[in-house]
């Protein structure tokens, strides 16, 4: 296994440049090295679907974008999508955090406390305006009417924190005014 570069203690994004290509999802969340096993079937058609959706949304200068590195100082979360601005660094290691306007995450079994409570936090410090987040399995605090999934739907603060705009459940049509206008049912994202 490879280690931070000689005389670190923490991870870089630099260094994932030494990871093996062995089919797992590495990534630097505040210098901390995490993996992440390959997603399951379920998790990766609601982002084929949600993205598909998402480019017929965006404005034409925007960009959607799947299982890319955002770069945040020495940071390299992954989010399931992001939706940037700007001229992409196509061959780039990751897309710098002042482009993102959108990250998305799908919580999975493996990902729950990250996508939860790590990621909203770094996100939202390095100014990232806005964060979905999908809920595909049961979980604490869903509503009794709620069938899954769940979109949560966030935009930045004042206080470097999110503010939870809109919750829909599958089955409710909701509109999304911020980044972008969307209209979706979260129920056509899973099979």
Do not use: C
């Amino acid at each position: 296994m490879a280690m931070p570069a000689p005389g670190l203690d923490r991870w870089t994004a630099a260094d994932l440049d030494r990871m093996p290509a062995d089919g797992l999802r590495y990534e630097v969340l505040n210098g901390q090295l995490v993996v992440n096993a390959a997603p399951k079937p379920r998790h990766q058609w609601l982002i084929r679907r949600l993205g598909r959706a998402l480019d017929d949304a965006v404005p034409p200068d925007w960009v959607v974008l799947e299982g890319v590195g955002v770069l945040i100082g020495d940071d390299e979360p992954i989010p399931d999508l992001i939706v940037a601005t700007g001229p992409i660094p196509w061959d780039g290691r990751g897309v710098p955090v002042e482009q993102v306007r959108l990250a998305v995450e799908v919580v999975s079994g493996s990902t729950t406390l990250a996508d939860r409570m790590t990621k909203p936090v770094l996100y939202a410090a390095a100014g990232i305006p806005h964060y979905w987040r999908f809920e595909i399995n049961s979980f604490r605090g869903r509503l009794p009417a709620e069938d899954l999934p769940v979109l949560f739907a966030h935009s930045l603060g004042s206080a470097e924190s999110y503010e939870l705009t809109n919750r829909a459940s599958a089955g409710d049509v909701v509109t999304l005014k911020a980044p972008f206008d969307i209209t979706l049912d979260p129920a056509t994202l899973l099979p």
